[in-house]
């Protein structure tokens, strides 16, 4: 079992900046990718960022040179730097990866409203 556990959600203004942080605990497996996604209202879940276990990352074009995606694997934790926050980016936002035989895990989710 791997445990998933965000933090740093909240309400910012358009244009503002956010930073969310997930910490893994218990059968983490350090090779596999770990990343961020997102769910808004009535939509379904997409990948927003992945960084793999050696730092090469992959982004989701809308957030491309916006979002940064970083990760300590001495801490076993990863990180989401959201700038330039648009409304767009209004959802929840979970952290993933996956265990050495390949089950999925998510994080309960992290609620990011941007509004004036």
């Known amino acids: 079992q791997v445990q998933l556990v965000e933090s740093g959600g909240g309400l910012v203004q358009p244009g503002g900046s956010l930073t969310l942080s997930c910490a893994a605990s218990g059968s983490i497996f350090r090779p596999n990718p770990m990343g961020w996604y997102r769910q808004a209202p009535g939509k379904q879940r997409d990948m927003v960022a992945i960084?793999?276990?050696?730092?090469?990352?992959t982004y989701a074009d809308s957030v491309k040179g916006r979002f940064t995606i970083s990760r300590d694997n001495a801490k076993n934790t990863v990180s989401l730097q959201m700038n330039s926050l648009k409304p767009e980016d209004t959802a929840v936002y979970y952290c993933?990866?996956?265990?050495?035989?390949?089950?999925?895990?998510w994080g309960q989710g992290t609620q990011v409203t941007v509004s004036s």
């Open positions: 960084i793999t276990n050696f730092g090469s990352t």
């Open positions: 993933h990866t996956k265990d050495r035989f390949g089950s999925d895990y």
